[in-house]
């Protein structure tokens, strides 16, 4: 791609780290967001942040772990696909001069009094024009939908989930889901399961690939909700 339009460099935390010592790939959307809300915050575009863009999509690749280091992460940043009402923000996460992920956002603007999408106004669309370029599109993966033998998770949505929007935030997501892959794959394929930096397991699942979609907002609440996940038929072999 060409020069970045920008890079932030994103400071790691030990609690980054999960059981397989590397930083947690729900974490990776983490640094991504870190960076967006930099750009943003810098550019002639901070008002959004406040009067309400918000994620619609995550495409994420995971390349190579993120090892604990206390130099940070270097996040690149690229702009595109920009139309009347949406953009499109392409990540690479580097650390020690590797490519570690590589990342797609897109990005809707939305007015929160109404409760609709909106179109951008001429100049909030010229300050990303500025920036914006050609971004040739990740691998497409297809959609999936729960079918008669996905596996449902109850989970609790924690008063800390919630961002300065009052909704649970985009990052969070990647946590929710995890933890149905997690569960399923303790029922599925236990020969897999590694809970702690000490536990033997025959071999390990990691992830590769993560997309999400966000269909609408989620809001806090005591009772459970639920995720639903399929474990691949050829599950328990290595």
């Keep these: 791609m060409s020069e970045p339009a920008y890079v932030v ?6 609690v980054d780290l999960d059981a397989q010592g590397h930083v947690n790939n729900g974490v990776i959307a983490d640094y991504l967001q870190e960076a967006r809300v930099a750009f943003l915050l810098q550019g002639p575009n901070a008002h ?6 918000v994620v619609t999509g ?3 690749e995971y390349l190579r772990p993120v090892e604990f280091s206390t130099d940070p992460v270097e996040v690149r940043l690229w702009l595109g696909n920009l139309t009347a009402a949406r953009i499109t923000i ?14 797609r956002t897109t990005l809707c603007v939305f007015d929160f009094d109404s409760g609709r999408p909106r179109r951008f106004t001429e100049a909030e669309r010229d300050g990303f024009a500025a920036v914006a370029g050609h ?7 297809g ?26 935030n985009n990052v969070r997501f990647f946590d929710y889901v995890a933890e149905a892959r997690i569960h399923v794959g303790a029922v599925t394929d236990p020969a897999g399961e590694r ?15 993560q997309d999400v979609d966000y269909l609408a907002q989620l809001e806090h609440r005591l009772a459970p909700m639920s ?12």
């Design 9 to 14: 460099r994103v400071p790691l935390r030990w």
């Design 48 to 53: 959004l942040l406040g009067n309400g863009i």
């Design 58 to 60: 995550h495409q994420v």
């Design 90 to 103: 392409a990540y690479e996460v580097v650390q020690d001069g590797q490519l570690a992920a590589r990342a």
């Design 135 to 141: 971004l040739e599109p990740m691998r497409h993966l």
């Design 143 to 168: 959609r999936w939908a729960p079918g008669p033998d996905a596996f449902e998770h109850a989970f609790v949505v924690r008063w800390s989930d919630l961002d300065a929007y009052g909704h649970v």
């Design 195 to 209: 809970t702690s930096s000490s536990s033997g397991a025959a071999y390990l699942w990691i992830v590769a690939r």
């Design 227 to 238: 995720s639903a996940s399929r474990w691949p038929r050829w599950a328990g072999r290595p």
